[in-house]
């Protein structure tokens, strides 16, 4: 059965300071796609970003950054010089490829982010 | 923009009573999807559609039910609301055949649901 863990509940930064969202996947299959989404305070879940199995290269937009690495089964989310409104719970989730219902996500617990001024 | 809509923001509900969630997107989207939120659980999916009267069951169905009569409407019922279905309730929805696969869900802004 497919699994996702951010094992970080709460981490509490300095503004301008770098940050690191670790997420460490399990699943069976050789198909798959990873995804991160931001939830601000607001509720909305906000797609940031979606990786498939077969693509292992590092994604720079703007000041965020994702590192995925097959060989350790983890998609790590990288948030350079901090902001205020970088503040949020952000979700790893996970899609397996399923043959009769299409793709499902699986997410990780959320990790509550607090970027202080 | 895509616009997923939900029907209230904030309930309140009596255990017992029979419960609707709607929930409604703007972008023809052939999928639909209902998860539940709660502290450092992350979301659990409770059912989803790839078509019109269509449903599979998630991975916490039960004491859930859902209808989706109409390509853009997908609702989700509790027949009989129990206090611990009290929690964070958020639909999504994702273009494609097959469930959309490998496709991003856009979210609604999700209904806080308090049962008594």
């Known amino acids: 059965a497919q699994k996702v863990t951010q094992a970080q509940t709460e981490i509490s930064v300095v503004e301008k300071e770098d940050v690191t969202l670790d997420c460490v996947y399990e699943?069976?299959?050789?198909?798959?796609?990873l995804f991160w989404y931001k939830q601000p305070p607001s509720g909305e879940l906000v797609f940031l970003i979606r990786?498939?199995?077969?693509?292992?290269q590092n994604e720079i937009s703007g000041r965020y950054s994702w590192n995925f690495q097959k060989s350790t089964s983890s998609f790590n989310f990288t948030i350079t010089a901090s902001q205020v409104v970088d503040s949020a719970v952000y979700f790893c989730?996970?899609?397996?490829?399923?043959?009769?219902?299409?793709?499902?996500?699986?997410f990780g617990e959320g990790t509550q982010l607090t970027v202080n001024p | 923009d895509v616009k997923v809509t939900q029907s209230s923001r904030y309930l309140v509900k009596r255990t017992g009573e029979k419960v609707f969630l709607e929930c409604v997107q703007d972008?023809?989207?052939?999928?639909m999807f209902w998860y539940r939120q709660d502290p450092g659980l992350g979301l659990r999916l409770i059912y989803f559609?790839?078509?019109?009267?269509?449903?599979e069951k998630g991975d916490i169905p039960e004491g859930y039910s859902v209808s989706r009569e109409k390509k853009e409407r997908f609702s989700l019922i509790l027949e009989s609301a129990s206090t611990n279905q009290t929690s964070m309730y958020l639909c999504?929805?994702?273009?494609?055949?097959?469930?959309?696969?490998?496709?991003?869900?856009?979210f609604g802004p999700g209904t806080r649901l308090t049962v008594t």
């Open positions: 559609s790839y078509d019109v009267k269509m449903k």
């Open positions: 999504a929805s994702s273009s494609g055949l097959a469930g959309g696969v490998g496709n991003e869900q856009y």
């Open positions: 972008m023809d989207h052939e999928n």
């Open positions: 990786r498939n199995s077969f693509d292992e």
């Open positions: 989730a996970l899609s397996e490829v399923e043959e009769t219902s299409g793709s499902r996500l699986t």
């Open positions: 699943t069976r299959d050789t198909t798959y796609y």
